[in-house]
């Protein structure tokens, strides 16, 4: 017990030091390809990995949603991620990965687990403009910014269950996320995400409560841009929060997580007094505490409109 206290105290670490750990997986050859590529998922998403059990194929399922697997009693839903990304394995389904984000719980079902890795953040590259779909997000260096490093594509799971298992309502209603932001005039609440999704709906989100917005894809960019701010408000004789209202951040990013951008504006003399929201997919109580020691003013589970709603206007009363 005391090894696995440790083992778990060393990796909530890693957020002190803009690090993660990713579980490498493999699906198989994908079209076009000669080879089976290495691809991602933050550990930190990862339940439990388990030998394929058998499971039970649910009638009218979308394609490539395998059925459910009773677990310990769990019905957990299995998702073909070879099938959703177009590969095909070439020993066959052989591995789930039990996953736990974004408020649900499912399984991913693979060909085989490769390894788990210890990396930088700056060690991962957005995957926009590089022809990727929406199910990449990033591209890791598994060996650092050295030449022919491997590369693993780190994938938008969150993106990839919403598009298995969609829903009948609307992700955003205005007539529930309620009425429009109060904001001080000319101010905008800034934006990180590097999932093409997230961004839309929080896009959509703010702009049903009347929040102006800017919108930037890595930690870094958020970093950049609001010092950016922050410069041209000091030469017009004004403060940061005359022009931002606040920050509002996803965790896991490239270049820059939601961790290290939160610390950094905390730490900053002329942005300690900007109000920072964590806007995660990676919920539960750990991440919380973890959220609350960097310093952010409050943490809200992706995506519920309304409590992302709720949780703006709580912070900006404050």
């Known amino acids: 017990m005391e090894s696995v206290q440790k083992d778990i ?10 690090k993660f750990e990713l579980l490498l997986f493999r699906l198989g050859q994908c079209m076009g390809a000669d080879r089976s590529e290495l691809y991602g998922i933050n550990v930190f998403k990862i339940r439990e990995i388990v030998a394929m059990p058998p499971i039970t194929a649910i009638a009218g399922a979308v394609p490539h949603m395998l059925g459910v697997v009773n677990l310990r009693g769990e019905i957990i839903p299995v998702i073909d991620l070879p099938g959703v990304v177009g590969c095909t394995p070439t020993t066959g389904l052989n591995i789930i990965l039990v996953t736990e984000f974004a408020r649900t719980t499912q399984a991913f079902a693979v060909e085989a687990v490769d390894d788990i890795v210890r990396l930088e953040w700056n060690e991962v590259l957005s995957a926009e403009g590089h022809a990727a779909g929406t199910a990449v997000t990033s591209i890791a260096r598994l060996d650092g910014n050295v030449p022919d490093t491997r590369l693993a594509q780190v994938l938008d799971v969150e993106s990839i269950v919403r598009q298995m298992t969609p829903s009948d309502k609307p992700d955003v209603d205005p007539a529930t996320v309620g009425p429009n932001l109060a904001m001080k005039p000319g101010t905008v609440i800034l934006a990180a995400d590097d999932s093409v999704v997230a961004r839309k709906l929080i896009e959509q989100g703010l702009a049903a409560i009347g929040a102006p917005y800017i919108m930037t894809k890595t930690g870094k960019e958020a970093w950049d841009q609001l010092n950016a701010i922050a410069t041209q408000a000091e030469a017009e004789g004004l403060q940061i929060r005359d022009k931002v209202a606040m920050v509002l951040s996803d965790l896991e990013m490239p270049e820059m997580d939601g961790f290290t951008l939160t610390r950094n504006i905390k730490n900053s003399s002329r942005l300690s007094s900007m109000p920072v929201v964590i806007h995660s997919s990676l919920s539960g109580s750990a991440n919380e505490d973890l959220v609350t020691a960097a310093g952010a003013d409050a943490y809200v589970a992706k995506f519920a409109a309304e409590d ?11």
Not at 308 to 318: D, E, G, K, N, Y
């Open 9 to 18: 105290d060393e990796r909530s670490n890693l957020t002190g030091s803009n």
């Open 308 to 318: 992302l709603a709720s949780t703006i206007r709580r912070v900006l009363s404050r």
